[in-house]
C-alpha cells in the first residue's frame, strides 16, 4: 500500500508541476487574448490580422524557423556524425566549440555579425572589397537571408546537441549487420543510422523551430533595419504602446505563436509515432566508430571551417571593436587600447549586473535540472 501511495505521490507531484509550468501559463495566456470584461472577444485578432504588416510577420516567422530548423538539421547531423561516430582528430575541441554559440546571448551574436556584414562599414565586407577590388559590398546583412543565417548559426547547437547525445549512445547492432552485408559506411549512414536517428533528429529541429520563431534579439538587430518583421517584434512593438488595446492586440499574436509550435510539435509526434523505433539487443554496447581513412583530415579542415565562421569570426568582432578607440578611424595598433573597458570593469553598477546574471543563472539552472529530472 506505502509503495502505490509513494507512486501516486509522485505521479501527482509531476502533475501539478507540468500544469503549473506549462498548462497554466499558456491557459492564461489564452484566457487573455480572447476574454474582454468577463465575454468572449475575438477583436483583437480581427484587428491585429487586418493589417498587412501582421500577416507579413506571421508568414516570416514560418519561412524563417522552418528554413532555420531544415538547414540546421542539414548542417548538424553531419557534425555531430564526424564527432561522434569517426576517428576524425580534435573531436573533444570541436565539441565544445560547436556549442559554444549556444553560450553566446543571441543578441551579442546579431551585433557581431552586424558589425562584419554591415554594407557600408561591415570588417569582413571591407576586407572582401579590397581583396577582390569590389566597388560594393559582397553581403548585407540586413535581409532574409542574413538573418536566417545568423539564426542558423546561434541556434544549430539545439540540434547538435539532441543529435549527437543520440547518435553516441545508439545501438550499433543494426549497423554492423548491414556492414556484415556489404554495405559501404555512407550506405549504412543513410540506411541504418539516419532511419533510427529520426526521432532525435525531429526533436532537435522542433527545438531549433521554436528558439528561431520565439526569438527578439536577433530580429530587432538584423531585421528591423532591413525592414523585416517577425512576430516577436510585432509583439513587443504592439507591447510598447503601452495602452489596453496594445496589450490585447500583442496577446492575440503571441497566442497565435503559441498555436503554431504546438501544431508542429503535435504533427512531429504524430508522425515519430507512426513507426516503432525500438532496437532489441541482448546487451548494450557503444557504436563502432567508424576509420575515414583519406578523408580524415579534410573532415578536420571542414570542421574547422565551421567552426571559426560560427563562433571564431564573430567573437572576434566582437572584442576587436571594444578595444577600438575611435571608430571613425581606421583599425590601427595606435587605435586600439582598453580604453572603453576601464569604466565598464570600474563601474560599480556592471559588477552588480554581472553579479544578478550569475546568480540568477546559477538558481534557474538548478531549479530547473531538478523539476526535470523529477519529472523525466
Partial sequence: ??????????????????????????GILLYDSIMLDGAINLENYRNVYSQDVNWRALTNTIELSLGV???SVLITFPLAWLVGRTDMPGKKIYRTL???SYMIPPYVGAIAWVQLLNPSVGYLNEILKFVFGLETAPFDIYTMAGLGW???????PFAFITISRAMEKMDPTLEEAARVSGASPMRTVFDVTLPLMAPSILAGGLLVFIAAGSCFGIPAIVGMPGNIEVMTTRIV????????????????????????????????????GKKDYTTISGKSTRPNIVELGKWKWPCFCLVGAYSMISIIIPLGSIV???????LSKPIALDNLGFDA???????????ESVWNSVVYAVIAACIGTLISIFIA
Fill in 1 to 26: 500500500m506505502s509503495r502505490i501511495n509513494s507512486k501516486f505521490i509522485v505521479i501527482a507531484i509531476s502533475v501539478l508541476l507540468l500544469l503549473y509550468f506549462v498548462i497554466f501559463p499558456m
Fill in 237 to 272: 512593438t504592439y507591447i510598447y504602446m503601452g495602452d489596453t488595446a496594445g496589450v490585447r492586440d500583442a496577446t492575440a499574436l503571441a497566442a497565435s505563436l503559441m498555436f503554431l509550435a504546438n501544431i508542429l510539435l503535435f504533427g512531429m509526434t504524430w508522425m515519430v
Fill in 98 to 100: 560547436l556549442v559554444s
Fill in 150 to 156: 545568423v539564426l542558423t548559426l546561434f541556434y544549430s
Fill in 69 to 71: 530548423m531544415i538547414v
Fill in 341 to 351: 573597458w576601464i569604466p565598464v570593469i570600474t563601474s560599480s553598477q556592471y559588477m
Fill in 320 to 326: 576587436l571593436t571594444s578595444l577600438i578607440i575611435t
